[in-house]
């Protein structure tokens, strides 16, 4: 079921109703999927409303606008304008429940061919509510058949909106497969991630997860997760990973912004551990809650009143 979105959105240098949100079907954007995009969440505190790690998702727009090589974006929008804009989308749609923003940088030059440098920019985000994308009571994953395209095709790290085709024939072939959603493996056979998550493994007591050279997205919760269980005292480590690691894991999670942290029950029809949630992602998901929700005065740090 599609998540509700809400009525006014950000487009340009202004506020506009959704319906009216739109670029060129002759766009680069369109063309092309030449459009880099970041989304984060905007939760209710005891303060009001917070966003989470806002300059790290607009740092994340910049580094993905580099990789590509759309290089009006930067000088255009500073973090300061960013921040304003995400203020005002806020204000104006007056969530009262946890939201995600989803925030776009759109290459809306008309027929520009197949180029990145010199290009017209168009700002656009909107607010929807806060649904996960996969169960939070036991995700059933499958393996693939496609493999993650690789950093010296479309880099993991940029997210582009054009290369997420790679992730919709992952994740539709495991939903046609009757599972909730997929593993991609990199080219060289080695886990990546799901199709919009990154993912955990616990061995003998120790967080595992792909290091930032296996074709991953290097997600912000990913790394809010790593920070966070250093602090706990969970031994971490980023490394290569073998499909069969997890088939033998204590626990398997997923985390990522529209994923939350979400426990990993079955993958490829064999049980994950117990096939209940474990002791370190239940740990982990009840401290990243408080963190999102400002309930943990280690983090607030993390959060923008908006």
Not at 3 to 31: M, N, W
Not at 69 to 95: C, H, I, Q
Not at 116 to 126: A, K
Not at 198 to 216: E, K, M, Q, W
């Amino acid at each position: 079921m599609a998540s509700r979105i809400y009525e006014k959105a950000y487009f340009g240098d202004r506020l506009v109703p959704l319906v009216d949100a739109h670029v060129s079907v002759a766009s680069s954007a369109v063309l092309y999927g030449l459009s880099v995009y970041t989304v984060f969440p905007v939760c209710m505190t005891v303060k009001g409303r917070a966003a989470f790690r806002l300059r790290d998702h607009y740092q994340r727009l910049v580094n993905s606008a580099r990789i590509i090589g759309m290089d009006t974006f930067e000088p255009a929008w500073s973090y300061e304008r960013f921040e304003k804009a995400a203020r005002e989308l806020v204000a104006a749609n007056g969530p009262t429940e946890d939201v995600f923003v989803r925030a776009t940088v759109h290459v809306h030059e008309l027929v520009a061919g197949t180029r990145s440098r010199g290009l017209g920019i168009t700002m656009s985000m909107f607010i929807y509510e806060a649904k996960p994308i996969v169960p939070q009571d036991g995700a059933r994953l499958k393996t693939s058949v496609w493999r993650r395209i690789p950093d010296f095709s479309i880099p993991s790290r940029a997210k582009v909106n054009g290369a997420y085709v790679n992730s919709v024939l992952g994740k539709q072939d495991a939903i046609d497969s009757g599972y909730d959603d997929c593993i991609f493996l990199n080219v060289s056979g080695h886990v990546c991630e799901l199709s919009a998550a990154n993912i955990f493994i616990v061995r003998d007591g120790t967080l595992i997860t792909p290091d930032a050279t296996s074709d991953i997205l290097e997600g912000i919760n990913r790394k809010t997760i790593l920070e966070v269980a250093r602090v706990l005292g969970i031994p971490t480590i980023e490394r290569s990973i073998d499909l069969t690691e997890l088939y033998v894991a204590d626990e398997v999670f997923v985390c990522g912004t529209s994923a939350f942290i979400a426990f990993v029950k079955e993958i490829d029809a064999r049980a994950i551990g117990a096939g209940t949630m474990g002791p370190v992602a239940a740990r982990l998901r009840k401290v990243h809650a408080d963190v999102l929700h400002g309930a943990n005065p280690a983090y607030t740090k993390y959060l923008t009143s908006i």
